[in-house]
T-cell receptor
Framework: DVKVTQSSRYLVKRTGEKVFLECVQDMDHENMFWYRQDPGLGLRLIYFSYDVKMKEKGDIPEGYSVSREKKERFSLILESASTNQTSMYLC??????????FGAGTRLSVL | KNQVEQSPQSLIILEGKNCTLQCNYTVSPFSNLRWYKQDTGRGPVSLTI?????NTKSNGRYTATLDADTKQSSLHITASQLSDSASYICVVNFSGTYKYIFGTGTRLKVLA
């Protein structure tokens, strides 16, 4: 069975902290994605990776960076967390242009 | 502007009833359209995926239709169950890219 695992379901951080969100998939997918989901807005793409060490900015990359050192793992980094980054973060993976499989999400609160 | 709009925003129905959710898009060029179900506090799960040449696709009690000429899709749920209570999200893929445009979803609540 397909599995995308996000390391934390809930996180509470302070303004200015460095935050790491981890995502691991077990399907050998090339493509991995980080989205954020806010009430009243559709999922918005932060970053996309199509291969190890390869990344592309999505629609809202400001304030975020990513790391993909291994195929199965895609990390989202908030260098200096701010309150406007309080959100639900969703990781997804896919093989080529096929179905995206999503993790359960990480609800991040920045105080 | 490339957009995906869904209606209604929210819907309440009684268990056993049918319902239809709508999705209009202006994404071009278009590759495929997907419907996802998202339970509260969980990630979205794929229900159907259709290319521009497909008109209908079913997945159990879920049937999606696509009219690529009018750029409209619908998701029909038959004989609703309490477990159908969730948000349903329409997603359109740009042709030849990994870029997806997500609708804001329809929140469905099924009452006993």
């Amino acid at each position: 069975d397909v599995k995308v695992t996000q390391s934390s379901r809930y996180l509470v951080k302070r303004t200015g902290e460095k935050v790491f969100l981890e995502c691991v998939q077990d399907m050998d997918h090339e493509n991995m994605f980080w989205y954020r989901q806010d009430p009243g807005l559709g999922l918005r793409l932060i970053y996309f990776s199509y291969d190890v060490k390869m990344k592309e900015k999505g629609d809202i990359p400001e304030g975020y960076s990513v790391s993909r050192e291994k195929k199965e793992r895609f990390s989202l980094i908030l260098e200096s967390a701010s309150t406007n980054q309080t959100s639900m973060y969703l990781c997804a993976s896919s093989f080529e242009g096929n179905i995206q499989y999503f993790g359960a999400g990480t609800r991040l609160s920045v105080l | 502007k490339n957009q995906v709009e869904q209606s209604p925003q929210s819907l309440i129905i009684l268990e056993g009833k049918n319902c239809t959710l709508q999705c209009n898009y202006t994404v071009s060029p278009f590759s495929n359209l997907r419907w996802y179900k998202q339970d509260t506090g969980r990630g979205p799960v794929s229900l159907t995926i259709m290319t521009f040449s497909e008109n209908t696709k079913s997945n159990g009690r879920y049937t999606a239709t696509l009219d690529a000429d009018t750029k409209q899709s619908s998701l029909h749920i038959t004989a609703s169950q309490l477990s159908d209570s969730a948000s349903y999200i329409c997603v359109v893929n740009f042709s030849g890219t990994y870029k997806y445009i997500f609708g804001t979803g329809t929140r469905l609540k099924v009452l006993a």
